[in-house]
């Protein structure tokens, strides 16, 4: 989806299974011996392979050296996979499907997960979960359910992103902004504030979100309709936002960055986009008028739709207790902590949301509505066949929206899709 090339984009990864007999040069016995202890510790360690892609901060490789420095028994090493999510997708996709024990850990999109693990790539983690005495409440919500496929828990959370709500604190009163920020209010409510608060401080546009007929359409059809708990209600939402006067023409053409170049230039007062909106804010980039002090932000009214990856275990591995001992350790608190302060990524394991290190490296989670937002996440469609459920709702809903008729239908086809029928 186009959001991962602002955001989610940083990472992957790749493993492979092999016991690494280090220690053993063709030319030892020329050599002066090594301690023994020093030989035996690292002639047993099995060596984990672990697909990802670049990553731009030191996060990742931090995380990997101290997971080595903490035990003895397992040696990670990091394959670097590309940074191009559909050819990561394509290149794991192919080597899964193979039945190859190449990849011990993968890291996956968050709307992979129901693809591998409906394909049976994926090893379940429910029992190894219970053993570490984990709850799925211990991580972000959206995130569990996106690795959720038939009741079995298959992923757990690498670095979360969520759909947040934008909003010019200068300008809505504050009444209007503690609600926003509690997150006890509905898009009616919403739709009546753009339309109240439009043409304030220059303004043109109530509320920007991402129309267009792509992967962003799919998440704001996720949000709008509520998990597509309301399918119809969603959608009629949608068409009341596109039609009103106080919305851009153009909006079903918006992606995300039609989307934050309207709201960062000032001229929106209300924006659904990813976190990675403010930090072109925070980071004053080129175009950027709006300053952090006169923007606020809050949860949507049904919770955002979750992005981000995913960590989970090729079924295939032959490493299966190496592997969950390294999923163990990056998803949990303390590989939380690595991710967060050395990378500014946003922690999966929810105690760190109130951690002083961790909002010390993330701006946002000073904010209370982006602390709600994290707790109130929601996850797209968990469907073997995401891209053709995708692509059903993606012109289902863009073809309704651009009409206004034929919305029975619509409804029809996509809650078929959305249960995978």
């Known amino acids: 989806m186009q959001k991962k090339k602002w955001f989610t984009k940083l990472l992957a990864f790749s493993f492979a299974a092999s016991i690494a007999l280090t220690g053993c040069s063709s030319d030892a016995s020329t050599e002066k011996p090594k301690p023994a202890d020093k030989d035996n510790s690292t002639e047993k360690q099995i060596v984990l392979k672990f697909a990802a892609q670049n990553d731009n901060t030191p996060a990742t490789q931090k995380l990997i050296d101290a997971f080595n420095q903490k035990q003895n028994k397992y040696k990670v090493e990091w394959t670097q996979m590309t940074n191009d999510s559909a050819q990561m997708h394509d290149q794991l996709l192919n080597s899964l499907s193979s039945g190859s024990s190449d990849y011990d850990v993968l890291s996956m999109d968050v709307v992979w997960a129901g693809e591998f693990a409906g394909a049976g790539y994926l090893e379940p983690l429910d029992v190894n979960m219970n053993k570490a005495g984990l709850n799925k409440t211990d991580f972000n919500s959206g995130s569990m359910t996106s690795g959720n496929y038939k009741g079995k828990q298959y992923t757990l959370?690498?670095?979360?992103?969520?759909?947040?709500?934008?909003?010019?604190?200068?300008?809505?009163?504050?009444?209007?902004?503690?609600?926003?920020?509690?997150?006890?209010?509905?898009?009616?409510?919403?739709?009546?504030?753009?339309?109240?608060?439009?043409?304030?401080?220059?303004?043109?546009?109530?509320?920007?979100?991402?129309?267009?007929?792509?992967?962003?359409?799919?998440?704001?059809?996720?949000?709008?309709?509520?998990?597509?708990?309301?399918?119809?209600?969603?959608?009629?939402?949608?068409?009341?936002?596109?039609?009103?006067?106080?919305?851009?023409?153009?909006?079903?053409?918006?992606?995300?960055?039609?989307?934050?170049?309207?709201?960062?230039?000032?001229?929106?007062?209300?924006?659904?986009?990813?976190?990675?909106?403010?930090?072109?804010?925070?980071?004053?980039?080129d175009g950027v008028t709006v300053t952090v002090d006169q923007v606020g932000i809050a949860p949507l009214p049904n919770g955002g739709s979750v992005g981000g990856w995913l960590l989970g275990i090729n079924k295939n591995s032959k490493q299966l207790d190496g592997a969950w001992e390294f999923i163990n350790?990056?998803?949990?608190?303390?590989?939380?902590?690595?991710?967060?302060?050395?990378?500014?990524?946003?922690?999966?394991?929810?105690?760190?949301?109130?951690?002083?290190?961790?909002?010390?490296?993330?701006?946002?989670?000073?904010?209370?509505?982006?602390?709600?937002?994290?707790?109130?996440?929601?996850?797209?469609?968990?469907?073997?066949?995401?891209?053709?459920?995708?692509?059903?709702?993606?012109?289902?809903?863009?073809?309704?929206?651009?009409?206004?008729?034929?919305?029975?239908?619509?409804?029809?086809?996509?809650?078929?899709?959305?249960?995978?029928?």
Request: proline letters at 4%; glycine letters at 8%; zero cysteines.
């Open 157 to 285: 959370p690498f670095f979360p992103d969520l759909g947040l709500l934008y909003f010019r604190k200068d300008i809505v009163s504050a009444e209007d902004a503690a609600k926003l920020e509690s997150g006890s209010y509905t898009y009616d409510d919403l739709y009546n504030m753009a339309k109240t608060y439009t043409g304030k401080n220059k303004t043109k546009y109530g509320f920007v979100y991402q129309s267009k007929q792509y992967e962003g359409l799919t998440v704001n059809v996720t949000e709008f309709s509520k998990s597509y708990q309301d399918v119809k209600a969603g959608l009629e939402t949608m068409y009341k936002f596109t039609q009103a006067p106080f919305e851009p023409k153009d909006l079903l053409n918006f992606m995300e960055g039609e989307t934050h170049t309207n709201f960062e230039q000032g001229n929106a007062v209300f924006s659904r986009n990813w976190p990675y909106a403010f930090g072109r804010i925070n980071g004053k980039e």
């Open 329 to 421: 350790y990056a998803a949990g608190e303390e590989g939380q902590k690595i991710m967060s302060t050395e990378g500014g990524y946003l922690p999966g394991f929810n105690t760190l949301l109130n951690n002083d290190e961790v909002k010390a490296k993330n701006v946002m989670l000073s904010y209370p509505g982006f602390q709600k937002a994290l707790t109130t996440t929601i996850a797209r469609p968990v469907s073997p066949e995401y891209s053709k459920t995708s692509d059903t709702i993606q012109v289902q809903a863009h073809k309704y929206l651009s009409s206004g008729a034929g919305l029975d239908e619509a409804v029809k086809a996509i809650e078929a899709a959305a249960k995978g029928e």
